[in-house]
């Protein structure tokens, strides 16, 4: 099935991004299937990052919509409701529903449960590798604390929301083998540790959508396989739709469902792995080549970027 299709955990409409008299992204138009783990690719400046940044909210969209439903797919009619009533999100027959555009990053974070990491990693390196799974659990810790009343009362209520957000803590070092390591500086981690242990601390926060940006970068073939692992259970035993930026064709290729391309800030292929990469357009922007010969005689180039012989 075509969950990307058939049932879109987010839509995005008509997105254009300007910088001044730079159009950094142009009537961009994508859907991210709810189970899915769909990748974003293309060469760099092709506007993958912005593309990120408006759905995560760190930038505000020149024009677009970007429409993220809970639960099941959000029907044309109420998604047109929620943009006449100039909400930001809302329940609408039992399901909620959101306008990523009109949201700033932290509701985008805490209210739609999109949660992401960067290109760079943004572990807190001095807090243990523990810590730091549990600092990422702090909106829900407050709350249970009564914004710290009950915490320095130490209640039965807090008391419980800790031991939960250390269970979940371990539970998410288990998964990525580094139990062992709890008590350590997380900056005192090799680099695809850190890797994996950035993408648990999203996961964390319980989101529905997770962005990872260029997740694969650094790692050596045995850690790019780790995180093949990891992303593919988190496809399968969390549920959580997945959306990459990745530069790594032979993961891209193994772990994704669903492949949009970028060139130039615009869509030029969209649709199964296999199918976008034998596109000749993805072919020519990807291996930045422009005669059509050239495209073909590239063919047996970008099988080897896909780990794959010519």
């Known amino acids: 099935m075509s969950r990307w299709l058939d049932d879109p ?15 950094a992204v142009s009537d961009f138009h ?3 299937g709810r189970g899915d783990i ?146 350590d500086p997380a900056g005192a981690l090799p680099y695809g540790d850190q890797r994996r242990l950035e993408i648990a601390r999203a996961m964390c926060v319980d989101p529905v959508l997770l962005c990872l940006d260029e997740p694969a970068a650094g790692l050596n073939p045995r850690e ?12 399968d035993h969390d549920g959580v739709s997945v959306l990459l930026i990745e530069h790594d064709m032979s993961v891209v290729m193994q772990v994704s469902d669903h492949v949009v391309v970028l060139d130039y800030g615009r869509k030029i292929a969209d649709g199964a792995p296999q199918e976008v990469r034998e596109d000749p357009r993805v072919i020519a922007a990807y291996l930045g080549v422009d005669d059509e010969a050239e495209v073909i005689a590239a063919e047996s180039e970008i099988a080897r970027l896909a780990g794959e012989a010519p």
């Open 30 to 32: 994508m859907r991210v």
């Open 224 to 235: 790019s396989a780790q995180l093949t692992a990891l992303l593919r259970s988190i496809r």
């Open 38 to 183: 769909t990748a974003l690719i293309g060469p760099n400046g092709a506007g993958k990052t912005t593309v990120f940044n408006c759905i995560t909210g760190f930038y505000k969209p020149t024009q677009g919509r970007l429409a993220l439903a809970h639960a099941d797919a959000a029907s044309t009619h109420d998604v047109d409701a929620l943009t006449r009533s100039g909400r930001r999100f809302a329940s609408m027959g039992g399901r909620d529903l959101f306008l990523l555009e009109r949201m700033a990053d932290y509701e985008i974070a805490a209210r739609a449960r999109v949660a992401r990491t960067f290109q760079n990693i943004r572990l807190f390196a001095g807090m243990t590798v523990l810590e730091n799974l549990i600092v990422a659990q702090h909106n829900a810790l407050m709350r249970a604390s009564g914004l710290t009343f009950f915490g320095l009362l130490n209640t039965p209520g807090h008391q419980r929301a800790e031991a939960a957000a250390v269970a979940r803590a371990v539970g998410w070092l288990e998964r990525i083998n580094l139990i062992g390591r709890a008590d």
């Open 9 to 23: 955990l987010l839509s995005v409409e008509g997105l254009t991004m300007r910088f001044g008299g730079l159009t």
